[in-house]
């Protein structure tokens, strides 16, 4: 079975700078996705970022990136200059075959200003 | 874009009652649409995988007959709690896939109280 990991449960960082949230998981599969969802107060699961296994390049978007290490099992989301609308729980998660997506137990980004 | 709705989006029910949460598709064919419930501050945990026309798998520990999930039409999946008690309090999300791999679309949510 899968599993996903994120062991950072709160972090804070000051507006307009960068953060880095950790995630780990585990799997036996080749051919898998992974995402970093935010859900936000009103409990919305809003995607951020998805990353194909099979491609070697990290995925980015806008000013959320990842650093997908496939032999390490790693898939950390770094958000640049955060916003105070960043502030949010952000789960990753592991979609394998069937669309099964597993989730981690969430980080809280609080950005202050 | 892929839109999909739940209703109602806050239920307070007695103890001992049923109450349905509705998963729709607007815009698109949902050939699979899953279930989750979250805990305030916790994670999502996969109740069940439904299946249009066909019936509903559900993850280990997840009580069949108490959580009931019809999957209609390609565009409604319905989730009934029976019999709600107060442990059954929780907010519930649908999401749901057109069938291309790795995409899901989130329903807005149901929270749920049980009185």
């Known amino acids: 079975a899968q599993t996903v990991t994120q062991s950072q449960p709160e972090m804070s960082v000051q507006e307009a700078e960068t953060v880095t949230l950790s995630c780990t998981y585990d799997?036996?599969?080749?051919?898998?996705?992974l995402f970093w969802y935010k859900q936000p107060p009103s409990r919305q699961m809003i995607l951020v970022i998805r990353?194909?296994?099979?491609?070697?390049q990290n995925a980015t978007e806008n000013r959320f990136s990842v650093n997908f290490q496939k032999a390490a099992k790693s898939f950390s989301l770094k958000i640049s200059d955060s916003q105070l609308g960043d502030t949010a729980m952000y789960f990753c998660?592991?979609?394998?075959?069937?669309?099964?997506?597993?989730f981690g137990a969430g980080t809280i980004l609080r950005v202050k200003s | 874009g892929a839109v999909v709705s739940q209703h109602p989006s806050r239920v307070i029910c007695k103890s001992g009652t049923s109450v349905k949460i509705e998963c729709r598709s607007l815009d698109f064919q949902a050939t699979t649409m899953f279930w989750y419930r979250q805990f305030p501050k916790q994670s999502l945990m996969l109740m069940a995988t439904s299946n249009e026309g066909s019936k509903a798998t559900y993850e280990q520990g997840v009580e069949k007959d108490k959580f009931l999930i019809n999957h209609a039409s390609l565009t409604l999946s319905t989730l009934t709690v029976t019999s709600a008690h107060p442990e059954d309090s929780s907010f519930y999300i649908c999401?749901?896939?057109?069938?291309?791999?790795?995409?899901?679309?989130f329903g807005e949510g149901s929270r749920l109280t049980v009185l």
């Open positions: 990353q194909e296994a099979y491609k070697q």
């Open positions: 998660a592991f979609m394998g075959y069937g669309n099964k997506l597993v």
């Open positions: 999401s749901a896939s057109k069938g291309e791999t790795g995409e899901l679309f």
């Open positions: 799997t036996s599969e080749n051919n898998y996705y």
